[in-house]
């Protein structure tokens, strides 16, 4: 499964950095870097040069893939900005700010669910971006209620094995692209026991839990503060 998608990705590496050298060698998406491009946007500021200094361009417009950051940012919400990002700029532009849901799960699995009949009708491709919202809602799960508290040694101990989940769920959505059939994909993720949809589920239930308790032992101590200040009165 890792080995598979190490070449899936570097075969999408190869082409995207390809295609952006061929872009960049016609000139196409050439800005001042004081325009502040973004990949697919383009322009975000209005920039008028001074015409005393000298002008510097970029090609952040025509960008469509970060490889290093894809393979090296924390969480699975990130790596999907760095990948195909042109795509992503429109998706987040027109498919995800129109959705016809208020919560950020399903507007994110909405988002996912057009991404996934933009590949295709093979059923992998679905099975694959609906597993995406469930990876987002553990990680938004555990930051606040684990992370979030530990010390600066113990972020950084959370954060590599997020990160090493993270690259071990891509490696599980892969297959969805990889085998395409919906019993395919399925026999495979049944042959390793659902093991990212099951830590998911996990890392979800865990943070509803302590989230939970942390709020009981607020209110607690709110209310103790209460009767303190009650007591004083009297």
């Not at 990002?85 to 919560?103: E, G, I, R, T």
């Not at 590949?119 to 609906?130: N, P």
């Not at 090493?164 to 891509?170: C, Q, T, V």
Request: with cysteine.
């Amino acid at each position: 499964m890792t080995a598979v998608f190490f070449v899936f990705r570097m075969r999408f590496y190869a082409a995207w950095c390809s295609a952006e050298a061929g872009c960049i060698s016609a000139g196409l998406g050439c800005y001042p870097e004081g325009a502040m491009s973004k990949p697919g946007g383009g322009p975000t500021v209005q920039y008028s040069p001074d015409p005393d200094t000298p002008v510097v361009y970029d090609f952040k417009t025509i960008q469509n893939i970060d490889c290093y950051n894809t393979d090296f940012c924390v969480k699975v919400r990130h790596g999907m900005r760095y990948w195909n990002m042109s795509v992503q700029w429109w998706l987040h532009h027109y498919v995800y700010a129109n959705a016809p849901f208020k919560a950020y799960t399903l507007r994110a699995a909405w988002t996912m669910f057009i991404s996934a009949y933009w590949h295709g009708l093979h059923a992998g491709y679905y099975l694959s971006f609906l597993t995406i919202p469930l990876c987002i809602g553990a990680e938004t799960a555990l930051e606040g209620t684990v992370r979030a508290k530990l010390g600066p040694m113990g972020q950084n101990i959370f954060d590599w094995v997020h990160w090493f989940l993270k690259m071990r769920a891509y490696d599980y959505m892969c297959m969805g692209f990889v085998l395409l059939s919906f019993g395919d994909t399925i026999n495979y993720w049944t042959s390793i026991y659902f093991s990212i949809h099951v830590i998911a589920l996990g890392c979800i239930l865990l943070g509803k839990q302590l989230k939970g308790k942390g709020e009981k032992r607020v209110r607690k101590d709110d209310d103790n503060q209460q009767e303190n200040v009650g007591e004083k009165k009297e």
